[in-house]
């Protein structure tokens, strides 16, 4: 099979080495432009040492990447990790067209951050579908799909790295043969359920402390390596990761204390209080310094991150 790879990062570099280890050949790689001052590509650095071919176009819709494709001759193209707009015309170029990788089972959570969006919103599964690129945005025709347990502790880091990464390059390898074989079963996504979101950014990331403490360790969870659940401290911008959920079960444990408040650091983290429990947070990150542990970043107990004081019984 004759495969030319579209992609960037870690997850492109692996799905490039799983076709190359099974024998396939990559006619060339597609990758986003180089920017000035980022990290080298890991998947152009591993096209590279490989001697292949490595394309870099700002516009996958521009003659240039069109006649660039057209000239491999390329049994398929597989998309893997694309950020780029692909158009219809530059998807067809291949004997058998392109396929795409998307974490989540489509039609739900469509975007970008549809890693995190499934934490924040509480699931306890989620997926991968391999689709066919259409204009609309993870819109079109799923070819295969794989179902993921969500953990209570998972984050969207542990979620993709160890479970949604591996299990989506095995399934474009699937997916790919599937296809060229000529037994791939395309399957319409039903619009009534289709979901979108956009990034996770600063807005979204933002707790508040008043919401039940499910929901904030959710957001903690779901944005968890990045961009980072915040909260105001003072002036100051405090972000919370690896943090783990502990019930209140009596008005006992939260009397006369707020909402948002540190009621206590120990070695274990900062413990704060939120609607129905605390939070137990080990690591923090304070603006846009280092991660560093809870207990290293000088915030002292009783401090009140933007909470609401608990009503006592009536």
């Known amino acids: 099979m004759r495969i030319v790879i579209v992609g960037q990062q870690a997850?492109?570099?692996?799905?490039?080495?799983?076709?190359?280890?099974?024998?396939?050949?990559?006619?060339?790689?597609?990758?986003?432009?180089?920017?000035?001052?980022?990290?080298?590509?890991?998947?152009?650095?591993?096209?590279?040492?490989?001697?292949?071919?490595?394309?870099?176009?700002?516009?996958?819709?521009?003659?240039?990447?069109?006649?660039?494709?057209?000239?491999?001759?390329?049994?398929?193209?597989?998309?893997?990790?694309?950020?780029?707009?692909?158009?219809p015309a530059f998807c067809a170029i291949p004997k058998h067209g392109m396929i795409q990788f998307h974490p989540s089972l489509l039609p739900l959570h469509r975007g970008a951050s549809s890693i995190p969006w499934a934490i924040i919103r509480g699931r306890t599964e989620t997926g991968l579908s391999i689709f066919r690129p259409t204009p609309g945005l993870d819109e079109g025709p799923v070819i295969l799909q794989k179902r993921v347990a969500i953990g209570p502790d998972d984050t969207a880091g542990s979620l993709y790295f160890d479970k949604i990464f591996p299990l989506g390059v095995s399934a474009l390898l699937e997916a790919a043969d599937l296809v060229v074989s000529g037994r791939a079963t395309e399957s319409t996504q039903d619009e009534n359920r289709a979901t979108y979101e956009g990034w996770v950014r600063e807005a979204e990331s933002h707790i508040n402390w008043a919401n039940h403490v499910d929901f904030v360790y959710d957001l903690i969870r779901g944005c968890n390596p990045a961009p980072g659940a915040w909260t105001a401290y003072g002036e100051r911008k405090l972000y919370l990761f690896d943090a783990r959920k502990i019930a209140a079960g009596t008005f006992g444990a939260v009397r006369g204390r707020k909402i948002g408040e540190v009621v206590s650091i120990g070695d274990q983290g900062m413990r704060i209080l939120a609607q129905g429990g605390f939070v137990e947070v080990s690591r923090v990150r304070l603006d846009d310094g280092p991660k560093i542990a809870a207990t290293e970043a000088g915030i002292p107990a009783s401090t009140v991150l933007g909470g609401v004081e608990v009503r006592s019984n009536p």
């Not at 280890?21 to 597609?30: Q, S």
């Not at 990758?31 to 700002?58: K, M, N």
Request: glycine fraction near 6%; hydrophobic fraction near 50%; charged fraction near 25%.
């Open 11 to 87: 997850f492109g570099k692996a799905v490039l080495e799983a076709f190359i280890a099974r024998g396939d050949e990559i006619a060339a790689v597609f990758a986003t432009p180089e920017r000035p001052g980022a990290r080298p590509d890991p998947l152009v650095a591993a096209a590279q040492e490989r001697s292949l071919t490595v394309h870099r176009f700002t516009k996958y819709s521009s003659e240039e990447a069109q006649r660039a494709l057209s000239d491999l001759e390329a049994d398929l193209g597989v998309m893997a990790y694309v950020l780029l707009f692909a158009p």
